[in-house]
Protein backbone atom coordinates (compact mmCIF):
# COMPACT_ATOMS: atom_id res chain seq x y z
CA UNK A 1 0.00 0.00 0.00
CA UNK A 2 1.34 2.96 -1.15
CA UNK A 3 -0.83 5.60 1.14
CA UNK A 4 0.01 9.10 -0.21
CA UNK A 5 2.37 9.45 -3.14
CA UNK A 6 2.56 13.66 -4.63
CA UNK A 7 4.16 14.04 -8.09
CA UNK A 8 6.70 16.17 -8.84
CA UNK A 9 8.96 15.45 -5.90
CA UNK A 10 10.25 19.20 -6.70
CA UNK A 11 10.31 21.69 -9.53
CA UNK A 12 11.87 24.97 -10.27
CA UNK A 13 9.38 26.98 -12.79
CA UNK A 14 9.76 30.98 -13.73
CA UNK A 15 7.13 32.78 -12.45
CA UNK A 16 3.69 33.40 -14.25
CA UNK A 17 3.80 29.81 -15.54
CA UNK A 18 1.28 27.50 -14.55
CA UNK A 19 1.52 24.51 -12.31
CA UNK A 20 -0.59 21.49 -11.20
CA UNK A 21 0.66 19.38 -8.48
CA UNK A 22 -0.72 15.91 -8.24
CA UNK A 23 -1.33 13.81 -4.89
CA UNK A 24 -2.95 10.35 -5.26
CA UNK A 25 -3.92 8.40 -2.20
CA UNK A 26 -4.62 4.76 -2.16
CA UNK A 27 -6.61 4.58 0.93
CA UNK A 28 -10.50 5.91 0.20
CA UNK A 29 -10.10 8.39 2.28
CA UNK A 30 -13.46 11.02 1.98
CA UNK A 31 -11.25 13.79 3.43
CA UNK A 32 -8.05 15.21 1.50
CA UNK A 33 -5.73 18.43 2.38
CA UNK A 34 -3.08 20.63 0.81
CA UNK A 35 -0.76 22.47 3.13
CA UNK A 36 1.94 24.57 2.67
CA UNK A 37 5.09 24.55 4.71
CA UNK A 38 7.03 27.74 5.86
CA UNK A 39 10.17 28.23 8.04
CA UNK A 40 9.08 29.48 11.31
CA UNK A 41 5.14 29.41 10.12
CA UNK A 42 4.88 25.90 10.49
CA UNK A 43 2.13 23.89 8.54
CA UNK A 44 -0.79 26.27 6.75
CA UNK A 45 -4.16 24.86 5.26
CA UNK A 46 -4.62 25.88 1.91
CA UNK A 47 -7.33 24.07 0.57
CA UNK A 48 -9.41 20.96 1.32
CA UNK A 49 -12.06 18.43 0.27
CA UNK A 50 -14.58 16.77 2.64
CA UNK A 51 -15.46 14.22 0.00
CA UNK A 52 -15.39 14.24 -3.51
CA UNK A 53 -17.23 16.69 -5.52
CA UNK A 54 -16.76 19.30 -2.78
CA UNK A 55 -13.92 22.33 -1.87
CA UNK A 56 -12.97 24.10 0.70
CA UNK A 57 -10.82 27.13 1.30
CA UNK A 58 -8.78 26.96 3.93
CA UNK A 59 -6.24 29.64 5.91
CA UNK A 60 -3.93 30.80 2.68
CA UNK A 61 -5.83 30.20 -0.23
CA UNK A 62 -5.38 32.84 -2.69
CA UNK A 63 -3.12 32.12 -5.88
CA UNK A 64 -4.42 28.03 -5.44
CA UNK A 65 -7.11 26.20 -6.51
CA UNK A 66 -8.19 22.42 -6.24
CA UNK A 67 -10.21 20.06 -7.98
CA UNK A 68 -11.61 16.83 -6.25
CA UNK A 69 -13.67 14.82 -9.36
CA UNK A 70 -12.97 11.20 -7.31
CA UNK A 71 -12.15 10.16 -3.96
CA UNK A 72 -7.87 8.93 -4.90
CA UNK A 73 -7.04 12.68 -6.91
CA UNK A 74 -6.75 16.39 -5.09
CA UNK A 75 -4.60 18.33 -7.72
CA UNK A 76 -3.47 21.88 -6.50
CA UNK A 77 -2.99 24.07 -9.34
CA UNK A 78 -1.21 27.53 -9.15
CA UNK A 79 -2.43 29.31 -11.85
CA UNK A 80 0.11 31.66 -12.18
CA UNK A 81 2.85 31.14 -9.91
CA UNK A 82 4.63 33.64 -8.00
CA UNK A 83 7.81 33.84 -5.53
CA UNK A 84 6.24 33.93 -2.70
CA UNK A 85 4.47 30.51 -3.41
CA UNK A 86 7.89 28.85 -3.00
CA UNK A 87 7.44 26.72 -0.68
CA UNK A 88 7.13 22.64 0.46
CA UNK A 89 3.69 21.63 0.12
CA UNK A 90 2.42 18.40 1.45
CA UNK A 91 -1.08 16.48 0.58
CA UNK A 92 -2.99 14.83 3.71
CA UNK A 93 -6.03 12.50 3.74
CA UNK A 94 -7.79 11.85 7.05
CA UNK A 95 -8.06 8.64 8.40
CA UNK A 96 -10.66 7.25 11.47
CA UNK A 97 -10.21 9.39 14.77
CA UNK A 98 -9.02 12.21 12.73
CA UNK A 99 -5.74 11.34 12.03
CA UNK A 100 -4.28 13.02 8.89
CA UNK A 101 -1.64 11.01 7.04
CA UNK A 102 0.83 12.94 5.01
CA UNK A 103 2.19 12.46 1.36
CA UNK A 104 6.38 12.79 1.01
CA UNK A 105 5.77 16.62 -0.33
CA UNK A 106 6.58 18.67 -3.25
CA UNK A 107 9.53 21.32 -3.12
CA UNK A 108 8.23 24.31 -5.43
CA UNK A 109 10.75 27.10 -6.13
CA UNK A 110 9.49 29.79 -8.30
CA UNK A 111 11.86 32.31 -9.60
CA UNK B 1 -11.41 30.34 17.60
CA UNK B 2 -8.85 27.18 17.80
CA UNK B 3 -4.61 27.17 17.62
CA UNK B 4 -2.03 25.49 18.61
CA UNK B 5 1.18 27.19 20.60
CA UNK B 6 4.31 25.39 20.74
CA UNK B 7 7.89 26.05 22.22
CA UNK B 8 10.30 27.19 19.44
CA UNK B 9 13.36 25.81 19.07
CA UNK B 10 15.67 24.93 18.00
CA UNK B 11 16.35 22.08 20.86
CA UNK B 12 19.41 20.77 21.20
CA UNK B 13 20.42 17.37 23.39
CA UNK B 14 22.70 14.92 24.66
CA UNK B 15 21.85 11.30 24.09
CA UNK B 16 19.74 9.76 26.68
CA UNK B 17 18.69 13.27 28.19
CA UNK B 18 14.74 13.80 28.85
CA UNK B 19 13.16 15.64 26.51
CA UNK B 20 10.15 17.96 27.28
CA UNK B 21 8.56 19.85 24.27
CA UNK B 22 5.45 22.01 25.69
CA UNK B 23 2.58 22.59 23.40
CA UNK B 24 -0.80 23.91 24.62
CA UNK B 25 -4.06 24.89 22.66
CA UNK B 26 -7.18 27.06 22.52
CA UNK B 27 -10.39 25.38 21.31
CA UNK B 28 -14.11 25.17 21.30
CA UNK B 29 -15.49 21.89 22.55
CA UNK B 30 -13.46 19.05 22.85
CA UNK B 31 -10.77 18.42 19.99
CA UNK B 32 -8.48 15.59 19.82
CA UNK B 33 -4.87 16.66 20.29
CA UNK B 34 -1.99 14.92 18.72
CA UNK B 35 1.82 15.02 18.06
CA UNK B 36 3.59 14.15 14.33
CA UNK B 37 7.25 13.90 13.52
CA UNK B 38 9.00 14.32 10.55
CA UNK B 39 12.60 13.79 9.85
CA UNK B 40 14.11 15.60 6.78
CA UNK B 41 13.34 15.35 3.74
CA UNK B 42 10.15 13.46 4.67
CA UNK B 43 6.58 13.96 5.47
CA UNK B 44 5.17 14.30 8.35
CA UNK B 45 4.29 10.69 10.59
CA UNK B 46 2.32 10.70 13.42
CA UNK B 47 3.80 9.92 16.32
CA UNK B 48 0.67 9.75 19.08
CA UNK B 49 -2.38 10.85 19.51
CA UNK B 50 -5.11 11.88 22.47
CA UNK B 51 -8.65 11.72 21.52
CA UNK B 52 -10.32 12.82 24.96
CA UNK B 53 -9.33 14.59 28.56
CA UNK B 54 -6.85 12.53 30.79
CA UNK B 55 -5.97 10.01 27.82
CA UNK B 56 -2.23 9.28 27.71
CA UNK B 57 -0.80 8.76 24.18
CA UNK B 58 2.08 7.15 23.56
CA UNK B 59 4.63 5.44 20.82
CA UNK B 60 8.25 4.79 20.36
CA UNK B 61 8.93 5.58 24.06
CA UNK B 62 7.40 8.75 24.17
CA UNK B 63 4.24 10.26 25.99
CA UNK B 64 1.85 13.09 25.94
CA UNK B 65 -1.25 13.54 28.20
CA UNK B 66 -3.89 15.39 27.30
CA UNK B 67 -4.10 18.19 30.00
CA UNK B 68 -7.98 19.82 29.70
CA UNK B 69 -7.29 21.70 32.78
CA UNK B 70 -4.28 23.36 31.78
CA UNK B 71 -5.17 23.05 27.84
CA UNK B 72 -1.76 21.29 27.67
CA UNK B 73 -0.20 18.35 25.51
CA UNK B 74 3.38 18.22 26.25
CA UNK B 75 5.33 16.14 24.73
CA UNK B 76 8.15 13.92 26.84
CA UNK B 77 10.62 11.03 26.15
CA UNK B 78 12.92 9.89 29.21
CA UNK B 79 16.13 8.88 26.96
CA UNK B 80 16.42 10.48 23.66
CA UNK B 81 18.42 8.91 21.13
CA UNK B 82 20.58 10.15 18.23
CA UNK B 83 17.78 9.29 15.52
CA UNK B 84 15.07 11.14 17.23
CA UNK B 85 16.03 14.08 15.82
CA UNK B 86 13.68 15.74 13.97
CA UNK B 87 10.72 18.57 13.78
CA UNK B 88 7.91 17.97 16.50
CA UNK B 89 4.61 19.01 15.63
CA UNK B 90 1.91 19.58 17.73
CA UNK B 91 -1.64 19.47 16.58
CA UNK B 92 -5.47 19.47 17.10
CA UNK B 93 -8.53 18.74 15.27
CA UNK B 94 -11.69 20.05 15.84
CA UNK B 95 -14.28 17.36 16.98
CA UNK B 96 -15.61 17.26 13.31
CA UNK B 97 -12.77 16.66 12.35
CA UNK B 98 -12.96 18.78 9.31
CA UNK B 99 -10.04 20.73 10.10
CA UNK B 100 -6.68 20.63 11.62
CA UNK B 101 -4.59 23.22 13.11
CA UNK B 102 -0.69 22.78 13.89
CA UNK B 103 2.09 24.45 15.82
CA UNK B 104 5.16 26.38 14.00
CA UNK B 105 6.91 23.30 14.71
CA UNK B 106 10.17 22.11 17.42
CA UNK B 107 13.58 21.17 15.64
CA UNK B 108 15.43 18.37 18.57
CA UNK B 109 18.73 17.80 17.70
CA UNK B 110 20.36 15.02 19.39
CA UNK B 111 24.14 14.58 19.72
CA UNK B 112 26.44 11.52 20.46
Known amino acids: IAGITQAPTSQILAAGRRMTLRCTQDMRHNAMYWYRQDLGLGLRLIHYSNTAGTTGKGEVPDGYSVSRANTDDFPLTLASAVPSQTSVYFC??????????FGPGTRLTVL | GNSVTQMEGPVTLSEEAFLTINCTYT??????LFWYVQYPGEGLQLLLKATKADDKGSNKGFEATYRKETTSFHLEKGSVQVSDSAVYFC???????????FGTGTSLTVIP
Open chain 2, 91 to 101: ALSENTGNQFY
Open chain 2, 27 to 32: ATGYPS
Open chain 1, 92 to 101: ASRGGTHTQY
